[in-house]
């Protein structure tokens, strides 16, 4: 069968991302993943969140799940067996096997899982993406580490380009533009940016003018080369939907 763009970009994604997470877990903990403030449990729920995102669309890329088929329980059991020998092997190369990060695992699966349930891959990327800019932007010092790199400014640069980007792919499938097309794709990233910057202070986290700046910096320029009158013709219910 003919791989279609959306089904080999995933598989790209996964083939990276499993053996990356499974290194960094074999290894002694990294510096900046001790600096960085964030939960070992958030990690790990994050971690898991994505592997099951990524997993789902690698079996079944253009659809949301449905619990009546046997692929969703099979992505189940697959990451649940792999969440326990990850756990189990890193006992036996110096780190701890925690059944509390077991269970942060599999709350990261029950998320993907959930929100697959609800949305298709358009929105479910959505959710996706809020979730890992929250968590960065607040529960996290991360972006603060490297200041002479400006990692900070870079991360809200892309991150929002990135959120603004997948809007729009969102909106164009779904047929929903309006008669402001070049102001309505603004409106949702901008709407985020506002919110997590309010939300920052109760973490005790700050975004600076110059975070906010370069945010919608990556919103408006994303807007400005993406944002296009959807066509008339019918998009492919596969290769693009």
């Not at 756990?87 to 269970?103: C, K």
């Not at 609800?118 to 993406?129: E, K």
Request: include cysteine; glycine fraction near 4%.
């Amino acid at each position: 069968m003919q791989l279609l763009r959306r089904h080999k970009s995933v598989l790209l994604a996964l083939g990276i991302y499993w053996p990356a997470i499974f290194w960094l877990t074999h290894i002694p903990v990294p510096d900046i993943a001790r600096q960085s403030g964030m939960s070992d449990k958030t990690m790990h729920v994050l971690a898991y969140f994505a592997l099951t995102f990524l997993t789902w669309f690698a079996v079944s890329p253009y659809e949301k799940i449905r619990w009546n088929k046997p692929k969703v329980w099979i992505v189940w059991v697959v990451i649940v067996l792999y969440a326990a020998a990850d756990e189990y092997l890193q006992g036996r190369v110096g780190r701890s096997a925690d059944v509390v990060d077991f269970a942060s695992d599999l709350f990261g699966l029950a998320m993907g899982l959930g929100v697959l349930s609800i949305f298709s891959f358009w929105p479910a990327l959505l959710a996706a993406a809020v979730v890992f800019i929250f968590a960065i932007s607040t529960l996290s010092n991360v972006l603060e580490l490297y200041q002479h790199y400006h990692v900070s400014a870079v991360f809200h640069f892309t991150a929002y380009a990135a959120f603004a980007l997948i809007w729009i792919q969102h909106q164009q499938r779904a047929r929903s533009f309006i008669a402001v097309q070049r102001l309505f794709p603004l409106i949702i990233p901008v709407s985020l940016l506002l919110v997590i910057k309010t939300a920052a202070v109760f973490f005790d986290r700050t975004i600076g003018w110059a975070d906010a700046a370069a945010a919608l910096a990556g919103i408006c320029l994303t807007v400005l080369f993406f944002s296009r009158r959807p066509e008339k013709k019918t998009l492919s219910a596969c290769g693009d939907s």
